[in-house]
């Protein structure tokens, strides 16, 4: 089980959704109404254009002018330690302690004007993750979940899975890993289009997927027992509660999607990483971040239409050179370069849109601890693959890095674009359990020039 960092904030950074249909039936069917989302995706709005996404989220907060936006002649106190590089796009440098990935520029776009306009971390969560910026009150350590539904959400309720056939049906159209993001909730689409959070760590000799696996005691033949004997115990249940809610009614449906989970041989070998050959995971690295991104490959592969992978921790407040160095840089390099190539020799890269990004970058100027702060302001978003044209710059910083100083974007554009990648039309409408509509994306603009 990988371990959950604390923050700067002294949170820990976690979702605290839980599905309120496993209450009623005990946690062993928490992924039941995980299900549902593959029920009925939503045909309104939808051209569906068969890209799939990765989100890569660096909780934290990447630092981007230590990596993919260098300012080699800004004063020292805020060039900082490394020294920029050239890609296989010329042109184009980054940070060298990026080596291998500055061999896979041609595949990535970046957006070097980002920015946006809050610096701490749940809040900036949410933004990034929802391309809405939170209302007043919001508390990610109190609110049961975020106030608007995450990218991976708005997938699987508009999209659903890529299925190819009914025996992977099974396959759940969003899914985070290791675990489920601080902001990657449904919030008002419901359990419906709630991740399938693994809550485990794929870098462990002993990886598996908890709900996917039955009690060691569990054989075949008495999970089939148990799932007759439920369906009896529903059949009793349903004449005796002729008023139940309609959740309750059809939870039968789901929960046998739950059971097909749990037996599904393209589910099984979806999260198999065994299969891989040892010389591809070595070339992701054995770590969690490498292993998380081969897991999101395999399952993309498998019919998966969003993952998001959240690494911690890159909150470098202290030592920020040292650490991003000696632990994060080491871990990253390999696992995205790896993620890129991998994706173009399987013929993948074209329908799959790969976001890389934290909630926000570092300030550019270093603080007494040799570290870097939180920074909203400006920031480098890599993305890549699924419609986006390689070997890009788009934007540009200060020479400071500290403001956009050309073609400006922010999480509502990167929110547009994606609907546009995926085919989604940002300009629908949600209904709020109190039937207010919201619009998909908030006034953003797509980002043409990266397509």
Request: with cysteine.
């Amino acid at each position: 089980m990988t371990t959950i960092p604390s923050f700067c904030d002294g949170l820990v950074r976690r979702d605290f959704l839980r599905l309120g249909v496993a209450g009623m039936f005990g946690s062993s069917l928490s992924l039941a109404s995980l299900m549902r989302a593959e029920a009925a995706p939503g045909a309104r709005g939808v051209k569906d254009t068969g890209v799939s996404v990765i989100y890569l989220f660096l909780k934290g907060g990447l630092s981007t002018i230590d990596t993919l936006d260098m300012k080699p002649n800004a004063p020292a106190e805020f060039r900082g330690d490394f020294h920029p590089i050239g890609t296989n796009v010329p042109g184009i440098e980054i940070g060298d302690a990026l080596p291998k990935l500055s061999q896979q520029m041609d595949k990535i776009c970046l957006l070097r004007g980002f920015g946006h306009k809050n610096s701490d971390h749940g809040p900036a969560d949410h933004y990034m993750l929802t391309g809405y910026f939170p209302t007043a009150g919001f508390n990610p350590s109190l609110t049961p979940n975020n106030q608007r539904p995450s990218f991976g959400s708005i997938i699987a309720k508009k999209l659903g899975g890529q299925a190819k056939d009914r025996a992977a049906s099974s396959i759940p159209p969003y899914v985070c890993l290791p675990q489920l993001s601080n902001s990657g909730g449904a919030a008002y689409l419901g359990a419906t289009c709630a991740p399938l959070s693994i809550d485990a760590d794929p870098a462990a000799p002993d990886f598996a997927v908890p709900d996917m696996v039955p009690p060691v005691n569990l054989s075949a033949g008495r999970l089939n027992n148990r799932r007759e004997l439920l369906r009896h115990v529903d059949q009793l249940q349903k004449s005796a509660e002729l008023d139940a809610n309609t959740r309750a009614k059809t939870v039968d449906v789901f929960r046998q999607k739950a059971f097909e989970l749990m037996t599904s041989p393209q589910a099984k070998a979806a999260f198999n990483l065994q299969a891989e050959p040892d010389k591809l995971r070595d070339e992701y690295g054995r770590g969690t971040l490498g292993q998380s991104c081969l897991m999101a490959r395999r399952l993309i592969e498998a019919g998966v239409r969003c993952v998001t992978v959240e690494h911690s921790n890159w909150d470098t407040h202290d030592n920020n050179f040292s650490v991003l160095r000696r632990d994060l840089l080491p871990q990253l390099d390999p696992a995205l370069a790896t993620l890129f190539r991998d994706l173009s020799d399987r013929g993948l890269l074209g329908k799959t849109l790969v976001i890389v990004t934290g909630e926000f970058g570092r300030t550019p100027r270093i603080n007494k601890n040799a570290g870097r702060d939180h920074w909203g302001p400006s920031f480098t978003v890599a993305l890549g693959g699924g419609g986006v044209k390689g070997g890009r710059v788009i934007g540009a910083s200060d020479d400071r890095a500290e403001r956009p100083a050309d073609k400006p974007h922010g999480p509502e554009d990167l929110a547009a674009t994606m609907c546009h990648l995926t085919g989604i039309d940002p300009k629908e409408e949600f209904l709020t359990p109190e039937g207010r509509p919201v619009k998909i994306v908030n006034d953003g603009k797509v980002i043409w020039e990266a397509l």
